[in-house]
């Protein structure tokens, strides 16, 4: 009896997270403080460039996407904002330094951090945990520690005894803050513990504004900023103070602020700062909801046990790095998207008014070229209740939206349209089959087919007319040809749902349009020219400017993951696929690949198949259609241990809001979403001795695998709740209902 | 029967106002469209330089306060915000130009209007009303036309047949838009009638966005923007789209829109234009509540119809030119304040945050060392019930305030803290006095006294130490101590009225530091040093870094205005007073003070008294302190006749959001606010015939001058009610009880 309790009792799964894997190379994770989808990521910037103003930051605007890089020797603050994993950099907000002795407003450079507020640390001196980060700053002697609840960042600094202690409230940092992205900050200083203000900027997201109100747990002696604005006619009148001590009315666009403190020798300070996207007053709010306190332990506490709370909702068992590895893809899944509504429920919509978010949390960190894929597909699953908020999100951001158009990439109140396709339609469509979207699904329909339309939206106007987009007209017109494609399936799954015929047969015939790219004469999917010949000048292992989008012809010619057979008929059959499949885990790719592809390093990629980039994510799970299961069981076993270690280095390329993460979870439980839209999954081989899923419905689905070792990759039977499984494939019920997935591991393939 | 009737009917009294009158020269005003206290203030914009962005607007910061110059030749645009009078410059806010032709997206130059949108005009067909506007653009052959709401601008376009109509929506246009003031802008086409957006600035107020939603009365066939923004590395995304044209979600820090019609002969295309404090929704909602038709001419006469039913609340007999004169300073004494509050009551607070004004409206553009001399009080006889939400406007300012500080010099939730003293005081005590505050006056007393102990704020800690402030340490150092010594009074007014005796005898005591800046040896106010002694160097008729702000010691030795008895004293009596006035009205002024002195011209100067100029407007009835009414009276009627003339260019000075025309319609009743905060007026010579003033509170209160004629200055006998006045002053009580105050004129002074 005791055995059954225990199985059912939470267990400490936070210790088997490790944030920081992901933080060096590629992986552009951060190592700092949130909670599950949480709308504060509290984390260490590291940027080495110097973030002086000096008319231009020369910064990378890849290296710096987290804010934090494994390999770098200071750090130049804490800072509350920070997208996980993605290709491209944003956010950054509000950075927080302690320092003590002479006051220094200027950050320094990362070659004499005693030249600014930066300080040298060491690795050796920091913890990073799921919702806690710790770290010691060399440089002032003082121990830095951050925790979050969901709209609040908390910091606890350990200061030395000292007279001259400072927390600087950089207002000019931010994350790849190339051409000066700050458009406008403000700061009230409302007594000697409160602070309000936001910063308002034009980046990634064109027209973004963050609220803050920031709270000290004691008061400060006196305070006061430096504005490094250019001079204007109308200052004369402000001069009537001395608006750079004490001054409680703030605002210009480049701002710096400190706030002084005597300590005692191990006095801590903290700091509660609590975002808001609506108001500084509901900033205000959000922090008395939810951190009333000054407990730091209890907040650090809360947050983990927030964590443990979703990590159970999988129990694995498997070896100690298997489950380090399961463990951290399971917090990086659960960090986006994230949460864009206030306590008392409302939010900035697209189109930068207020809105009321009626029965449901708003998120935003829509990364949906990469997430679509499997993210919100193990949503389906785990979260449920939050991918129909997702949903109904996304509905708010399409209902708001002038362009009428659902998210492309979206963040913050803004549409970045970043990469290719409209995948929102593949995330209603997956929600709407799968029965977790409770909302109207003919709206729904309706939104995605109005998006879909958008004539003038990258190629949408040739594709509808032409069936492909011109090569001359477009950079990614493969890309783009093939993935508004498989989203026309998506649209079409809706429609037959709905008992829409018309649409249904509409968007379905849109969906076989990949084949007007596929060039029977090379057996590569390429260009197009507007007279209908294929491009002449063709590089298949090119991604540079040949109508690929992060991928070549190599990796997207099996991008049909709605018609895998119609693919192989075009390519001659299930032999032929079977070699290029080969030939892709296989072939030997030149150096000058690397040089011209994005986001992307040898650790990314197992010969010619590029696992750091999204679009041949579910290349391995082919084989099922083709016959050789064994070759999908054999190719996701080694992507498993190749493309994710627990390590900092661990990931080969960007975690991509949890995609790479979600990837993980799946292939690592034995099966794996090929086709978002679709009610089925494709069989893999787990890597986990046995997992059991506790589903949102009460019920529970458990997966053995049996016999599991590094060596028996191979399986040799699969039963669902006894009853064999014949066809690689398990339906989205088969899960929901609840049961046992049993896969019998060999050594031996059971079909070579 | 019927004549008595007919006194009590309305009267057309919108004929008399030429809201031409101060266009030209100093007076500042606008010629457009708005209603009494309107949030919109629809007017044209002359201004002769290039709105061309190059980095720098070189314009005068004067010249232009309210965008428009009646020597202007033409004009280059109709936008929707603008001081009344000040002598300084922000606001013009939605630049909107109607043309055809070739689309012109720059404004062009002056020299040249056909280079750009900008276009000739003549005065000969230009029609400037109260509430209403028409000029003929002479370059494209379009007549425009504009009225208002209080919170809707429509404009009236019409067109000769084109197939090329254009109205430019022109985000980069500003007043004064030096430096480039804009900090961000923001628009959304709705759908082909509607556009909802925000604009940004960084000016005279330091953080303001001001909200619009713009509806035509037809659909454009077309539109798009240029964005003058420097290039940024995420603009890229943005390429998906051609954004220029027909793109319907733009943001920038410079844009420039235009909407094409193809329009019929003499087609009238009609614009909505709503402005918020708060939001798009708000405007979309002010628009809805305030203007949901599309008829012109009725939203004209309603606009006329708001500014009879105001000016008829004084109804005078007196000559056409008096008429128009006193009926036009109505005008302009109730355009200020403006609207700052949305039709649902929400509105921006000081603190940046959305408040509900709950119970008043709330006000903004508090041009408060101007007005407080005469144009509050004015309000408080004519519009208590505004005043009683002014006063409470400014006691949310003070609750919003982080300085905890009432209002200096505020305008659209922001502080500029522009001139001298806190003259709030002065509103709060005479509403107090007065009985026209009906909220917490203890409250009002306590942000009195906070903001008069600021010690940072422009010498007060010193004026608190010390008794005056060290000319040293400010270059207006006299005139803040007589202006605060003044304040001080007041705040002591309304402490003794609340029976708070310690407060009342600390700020009497206080209102007496005026003396420590009297040196007698010379019978001038001077500047002293922080050692006690007078500064060495002084040119008593500098206006320059002397201790004086906008006025010399001439002017300023008489600001004593709540103790002008302790003042004679000081000066030695009652001869050396009458004197030094005499001497004040009468001398020569070299040129060099014009060159010396901001915002004046001969015109505004009678003598060394400058009118034009707020600091000696009492000075002309302290004849009555010194038993010389008959100067008073002789002055005062100089004064009507020299500063107030019925010409564009017949204000002397800056009308000062209506302080100059409040002085105009006080001193032609025959009575004025010598020391707001008493409930006293002294008297002078009327230059009606006679008045009628309605109060709010039913009664009538009736000034009759029998024997006026413009020889008959002087007053032989005064009667209230029947009983004589001896003392040259009557009570507020007098007036709002009702009754009748005749005056007895004659040709030869009394006490001559």
Request: hydrophobic fraction near 35%.
């Amino acid at each position: 009896m005791l055995v059954g309790l225990k199985v059912n009792a939470q267990q400490d799964l936070v210790k088997y997270v490790r944030p920081i894997i992901g933080t060096q190379k590629m992986g552009h994770t951060f190592p700092g403080a949130t909670v599950p989808f949480g709308a504060v990521q509290l984390s260490p910037e590291t940027d080495t460039l110097s973030y002086e103003f000096n008319g231009k930051y020369n910064g990378d605007v890849y290296k710096y996407c987290a804010g934090y890089k494994y390999e770098d020797k200071n750090i130049v603050g804490f800072s509350h904002t920070h997208f996980s994993g993605t290709g491209h950099s944003d956010l950054g907000d509000f950075l927080i330094m302690p320092t003590q002795g002479k006051l220094q407003l200027n950050p320094g450079t990362s070659n004499d951090t005693k030249s600014g507020y930066r300080s040298a640390y060491s690795h050796a001196n920091e913890i990073v945990e799921a919702g806690y980060y710790k770290v010691k700053l060399d440089d002032d002697n003082i121990t830095a520690e951050l925790t979050a609840t969901t709209r609040v960042g908390m910091h606890q600094y350990t200061f030395p005894k000292s007279y001259d202690s400072h927390i600087i409230l950089d207002l000019m940092a931010g994350i790849y803050n190339y051409d000066d992205k700050n458009v406008w900050t403000y700061v009230r200083v409302v007594n000697d513990t409160l602070v309000t203000g936001y910063r308002q900027t034009n980046g990634w997201a064109r027209t973004r504004t963050v609220y803050f109100a920031m709270t000290f747990s004691k008061p400060f002696k006196s305070y006061g900023q430096k504005n490094y604005d250019e001079d204007q006619v109308y200052r004369g009148f402000w001069r009537k103070f001395d608006q750079n001590k004490n001054f409680p009315e703030i605002a210009g666009k480049r701002i710096r602020m400190y706030f002084d403190f005597k300590t005692d020798e191990q006095e801590k300070v903290k700091i509660k700062f609590a975002l808001s996207p609506v108001s500084q007053a509901n900033a205000v709010e959000n922090m008395k909801a939810e951190a009333p306190g000054w407990d730091f332990n209890k907040v650090k506490q809360q947050a983990q046990s927030d964590w443990n709370k979703e990590l159970n909702k999988i129990k694995i068992d498997a070896s100690a790095d298997d489950k380090t590895n399961f463990y951290t893809a399971m917090y990086h899944a659960f960090i986006n998207p994230t949460t864009y509504t206030d306590v008392n429920g409302e939010y900035k919509g697209l189109d930068q008014n207020v809105h009321n978010a009626d029965g449901f949390t708003n998120y935003t960190t829509f990364s949906l070229w990469d997430t679509y894929r499997a993210l919100h597909p193990f949503f389906n699953i785990m979260q449920p209740s939050r991918n129909n908020d997702v949903v109904k999100s996304m509905m708010a951001h399409y209902e708001q939206s002038a362009l009428k158009m659902l998210p492309i990439w979206s963040h913050y109140a803004n549409d970045n349209w970043c990469m290719s396709g409209y995948h929102s339609v593949s995330v209603l469509a997956d929600a709407i089959i799968k029965g977790v979207y409770d909302g109207d699904a003919t709206k729904a329909l309706e939104a995605c087919i109005t998006t879909a339309n958008h004539r003038n939206y990258e190629g949408i106007g040739d594709y509808i007319d032409l069936g492909y987009i011109p090569a001359e007209r477009s950079g990614t017109s493969v890309s783009n040809t093939l993935e508004y494609a498989y989203d026309d399936w998506c649209i079409a799954q809706i429609a037959r749902k709905l008992g829409k015929q018309s649409i249904y047969e509409k968007f379905l015939k849109r969906s076989g349009n990949w084949v007007n790219n596929y060039d029977k004469s090379i057996g590569f999917m390429r260009p197009k020219m507007a007279d209908g010949t294929f491009k002449k000048d063709f590089d298949a292992m090119s991604t540079h400017a040949q109508g690929f989008i992060e991928g070549n012809t190599w990796n997207y010619s099996f991008f049909v993951p709605h018609d895998p057979n119609g693919m192989i008929a075009q390519m001659g059959g299930k032999k032929k696929v079977e070699l290029r499949l080969d030939s892709l885990y296989t072939m030997h790719l030149p150096d000058k690949f690397f040089a011209d592809t994005e986001d992307i390093t040898r650790d990314g990629i197992i010969g010619g198949y590029v696992h750091g980039n999204e679009p041949a994510h579910h290349v391995a799970y082919l084989y099922n259609w083709i016959d050789q299961p064994w070759k999908t069981q054999q190719r996701v076993r080694m992507i498993l241990k190749m493309q994710y270690k627990a390590t900092p280095d661990g990931l080969g390329g960007n975690d991509d809001c949890g995609q790479m993460s979600a990837w993980y979870i799946f292939s690592s439980l034995g099966f794996y979403p090929v086709s978002p839209g679709s009610d089925e999954y494709s069989l893999g081989s787990p890597s986990i001795k046995s997992a059991q899923l506790t589903l949102e419905n009460g019920k529970t689905f458990t997966v053995e695998a049996l016999n599991q070792s590094d060596k028996n990759v191979f399986v040799s039977k699969v039963l669902l709740n006894g009853q064999p499984v014949t066809k690689y494939t398990i339906k989205h019920g088969d899960i929901m209902n609840g049961g046992k997935l049993t896969f019998y591991m060999t050594a031996k393939p059971k079909n070579k």
